[in-house]
Every structure is written in structure tokens, then in C-alpha cells.
């Protein structure tokens, strides 16, 4: 389970950078321009936030596809269902907790008026 979990883990990580290669110069235009738009702190916090939010969802999702595999393959041993009640439990409260996260920064931008 550890090895999975830590493979999977290693795997995301793998992925992170491969969203950047897609910001390339044209060929007739140099990349950084004067006129180039920089990027503020506001929308480098949101770009975290996003993939933050992805990447927790994305873990979550499969905690609980993991135990849906846990309760096929159970065969009605209770102490295996017990495992595969608590990572649908776990894998639960992780969708919750990131909704909810995702949720409490839009009301907080809500309150303030953005």
C-alpha cells in the first residue's frame, strides 16, 4: 500500500512541470516582450491553488476507487472490509475537505468584494 501510494505520489509530481511546456514563442516574435503581460502575485496564488485543488481531488478520487477494489476483493473477510470502509472514509472526507477548501476561498472572496 505504501509503495503505491508513494509510486502514485512520485508519478504526479512527474506531471507537474509537463504543464508549462506548452508556452512557447512564435517563431517571429521573441518570447519576452515589453509588452508582455506579467504576473501578478493574485494570479500566481490562484495557478497554485488550482493545481493544488486538482491534484487533492485527483488523490482523493482514487482513495476511493482503491476501496471499491478493497470491497470486491474482500470476499467477506471483516477485517479486510474494515480497511475498505475506512479508505472510503478517508477518500471521502479528502473530496469534502477539498471542496469545501475550494468553496471557503470563494466565499472569503465573496466577502471581500473581488
Known sequence: MK?????????????????????TPDDDDDFIT???PTLSVETAINNITNWAFAFVLTIAVLFLIFAGFQFITAGGDPEKLTKAR???????????????ARGLVSFVRGLLGE
Open 3 to 23: 509503495k503505491f501510494i508513494a509510486s502514485l505520489i512520485l508519478f504526479a509530481l512527474f506531471l507537474v512541470p509537463a504543464g508549462g511546456f506548452g508556452a
Open 86 to 100: 475506512s479508505s472510503l472514509f478517508y477518500g471521502a472526507i479528502g473530496v469534502g475537505v477539498a471542496v469545501m
Open 34 to 36: 515589453e509588452d508582455a
